[in-house]
C-alpha cells in the first residue's frame, strides 16, 4: 500500500483502511490541535522517533481495553486494600507527561514537540491524566487524549512498585462509570493484556469508534 504525504496546511487524512499493513498511514504535517483531534477521530494516531518525521499510524486490528473489563489480579487487590497511594485526575499533567518521556530517555517517542503538543491538548480539555501520589511526590501515572466516550492512551510510567498499575485501574474504573466504550492501548504489550487488553478487528473498532465519538 502507498504512504501518504500530507499537506502542511490541510488537517486531511487518507482513509484509514488504507494504512500498509504494519499500520502505517502517513507521513509529514503537524502536531497542531486540529490534526491530531482529527486523527484521533478516525482512529489514526502519531508514533515516530526523535529526528523522524511524523509518522500517522491506523492498526488494522486494535489493541483496547474495555473499562468494566479490566483486569485486577488477587495481589493488586490484595495491595489496594492496603495502599496510601492517593488517585488524582487531571493533576499536574505537564509533570505526568514529562516524566512519560524522560523515565524512558532511550526508548521514547514522545518527542519535545509531542510534550508541547498534548500540553496544548491537555489546556483545550482534551487530554487528560491519572496521576498516582505517594503524599506529595508522584509515584507514577498516564496520560492519553477524549474525545466522546473514546479514551486514546499514550504512555504510562511508574516510580514505584504497581503505581502504574494502579493508575490504569482508577481509570478504568473512572471511564467505566462514566459510560465509556473503550481505551485504545494502539499496539500490543504483555503487561496491558495481563490487564484486560485484547485484540479487536478493524471493523468492530470503528463501529466503536462511531458509537463513541456519537456519529451513529
Not at 499500520?23 to 504535517?29: F, K, N, Q, S, T
Not at 530517555?105 to 491524566?129: D, V
Request: aromatic share 12%; glycine share 8%.
Amino acid at each position: 500500500m502507498p504512504i501518504f504525504l500530507l499537506s502542511d496546511k490541510l488537517h486531511i487524512f487518507p482513509p484509514p483502511e488504507l494504512a500498509s499493513d504494519n499500520g502505517l498511514l502517513a507521513v509529514g504535517g503537524d502536531l497542531s490541535a486540529g490534526r491530531l483531534l482529527s486523527a484521533y477521530s478516525n482512529g489514526i494516531f502519531p508514533w515516530y522517533n526523535p529526528g523522524e518525521e511524523i509518522k500517522w499510524w491506523c492498526p488494522k486490528e486494535r489493541f483496547v481495553i474495555f473499562p468494566q473489563d479490566v483486569h485486577i489480579s488477587r495481589s493488586m487487590k490484595k495491595e489496594m486494600s492496603k495502599t496510601s497511594l492517593e488517585i488524582k485526575f487531571n493533576i499536574n499533567f505537564n509533570q505526568i507527561i514529562h516524566n512519560c518521556r524522560t523515565m524512558r530517555e532511550n526508548e521514547t517517542w514522545i518527542t519535545s514537540e509531542m510534550e508541547s503538543a498534548y500540553i496544548k491538548l491537555f489546556e483545550l480539555g482534551y487530554a487528560h491524566c491519572t496521576g498516582v501520589y505517594d503524599g506529595l511526590e508522584l509515584a507514577g501515572g498516564l496520560y492519553g487524549v477524549i474525545i466522546g466516550k473514546c479514551f486514546f492512551g499514550e504512555s504510562m510510567f511508574s516510580k514505584t512498585a504497581n503505581a502504574s498499575k494502579l493508575a490504569l485501574i482508577s481509570l478504568c474504573q473512572k471511564l467505566s462509570d462514566e459510560g465509556f466504550l473503550f481505551i485504545d492501548c494502539q499496539f500490543h504489550t504483555a503487561h496491558l493484556e495481563k490487564m484486560g487488553g485484547r485484540h479487536i478487528s478493524w471493523a468492530t473498532y470503528k463501529h466503536l469508534l462511531k458509537k463513541g465519538l456519537g456519529t451513529i
